[in-house]
């Protein structure tokens, strides 16, 4: 890797065309469009620009555009001119392009020269299986150029052979400078700002290590179901639609060094270093630092849930809709230092958060047979974004020393008097400017995928089952780790300390 060259990006948004294939699909309409209408609408897409949403069925669409719309207004948090809205919504062309039809993508190759100089995304929002057929069908067509982007939405394969072909076929038409691996997780302000707080702030960087630091939560709770999406989640579960990428990522900002510069390779350089060091696990670990469930019937709110084998409409399956693992960062760094992962569905509330669990002090002057909690750093993700630092204070009045954790609170909203982009949007401008910081490499994702693997391979040599849990509920109880520790059965959301390791 010392051959790589390291290039400033570009800040100027040129004028472009977004090519959103499965542009018709939940992710497009939900997420993507109403991204892109937010930059405009804001001033920031302030060239000219065409969004071409691509669909693979030539049926007729009569409620995209209203459906569209609707989800841009519930999208917008302020005032706006609804007529702006429809502006936007003019820079959009429903284009249909049947799989590898040669007319489809002749036309849109004549719609895409008429500004032969624009840069051209082409989002691909469709199941990976289908990335390298398009690919290979725009290299043939003549659509590929040296201002051509890619955007390959997750999951990138389902292991790391499946990862390696999608990558090889997408490699024959664009170059690593024109992949962009997308991790919406990367683009939320909080994550942005774990950077800052780490390396901006002497305090927190001095005691980033193993010398002070107990323990690491990243914790992923989703209230919903599969909802859609059964098809494709029984095929890759918690641990590969939320761990190999979104939890991966999260414990890569916090365990990595600090970059030379805050530029794109310099910071996949060190994000890599962290998982090289990720100790991988063997079929005696794997009963010991992971464990997995899956959710049957349950209630919240006093309304019945259907366990996940209904959701599905299947009699049987062995998918995990939970995952906890106790994973080692084996480096300098970090060396004894359990980081504690843990996502599920039909959990009670939906949230995200790290908890950075310091080590208690050495000794308590004002009890000595007491020891006083540890300070914990709660950066917290989802629903709303803020940072905690909870620390021991004084309790008010007189009875002596008497003290309790206090959290000193900085809320984003609360904070910062302006609206600030949510993650698909800071993603799609950094797309436009040509950054790649947060986007993953390919190297990256191989690294990741051998971490997974050594989970997935050794619970199908020890048959590893999941624990059951209700639906509405925190999860599996009592599961037991090293033989003496326990994730909580009550209330995840709750904890912010774990026992000490043994």
Known sequence: ?????????????????????GGDGDLAIRKIYPAICRRYLDGQLNVDFKVFAITRSDKKHANFFPTVKQFIKDSIKFQVDETKIDAFLEKMLLTVVPGDNDEGYLQLKVQLDANK??????????????????CESLKNHGLVNQLSKV???????????????????????FTEDQIYRIDHYL????????????????????????????????????????????DYYDQSGALLDMVQNHLMQLLCLIAMEPPVRMEANFVRDEKLKVIHALRLLDENTVKTHTARGQYT????????????????????????TFVAIKAFVDNWRWKGVPFFLRTGKRM????????????????????????????????????????????????????????????????????????FPEAYERLFIDMLRGNQTLFMRQDELEAAWIWVESITNNWKKTNQKNILYEAG??????????G????????IYEIVSVPKQK
């Open 1 to 21: 890797m010392s051959n790589r060259k390291y290039r400033k990006t570009k800040t100027q948004i040129q004028p472009f065309h977004a090519v959103i294939f």
């Open 117 to 134: 100089d624009y840069q051209t995304l082409f989002y691909l929002s469709t199941p990976s299986n289908a990335f390298g057929p398009i």
């Open 151 to 173: 955007v390959l939405e997750k999951p990138l394969g389902n292991s790391l052979a499946s990862s390696q072909s999608i990558n090889d076929s997408i490699t024959q038409v």
């Open 187 to 230: 683009g939320k302000e909080t994550v942005q700002n774990l950077m800052v707080l780490r390396f901006a702030n002497h305090l927190f960087e001095n005691a980033w290590n193993s010398n002070h630091v107990e323990s690491v939560q990243i914790t992923v709770a989703e209230s919903l179901g599969v909802e859609e999406r059964g």
């Open 297 to 320: 019937r349950g209630e919240k709110d006093g309304v019945s849930i259907n366990s996940y084998l209904e959701d599905i409409d299947k009699f049987s399956s062995n998918t995990e």
């Open 348 to 419: 009670p509330k939906r949230y995200s958060e790290i908890i950075i669990n310091f080590k208690p002090v050495a000794y308590n002057v004002f009890n000595g047979n007491e020891e006083i909690p540890g300070n914990k750093l709660i950066i917290r993700l989802q629903p709303e974004e803020r940072i905690e630092l909870v620390q021991m204070s004084k309790l008010p009045g007189p009875g002596g020393y008497r003290y309790k954790p206090v959290a000193l609170k900085l809320d984003f909203s609360d904070s910062f008097n302006e609206k």
């Open 473 to 482: 509920t925190w999860g599996p109880g009592d599961l037991v780790m090293d």
């Open 484 to 491: 003496n520790e326990k994730w909580s059965k009550t209330s």
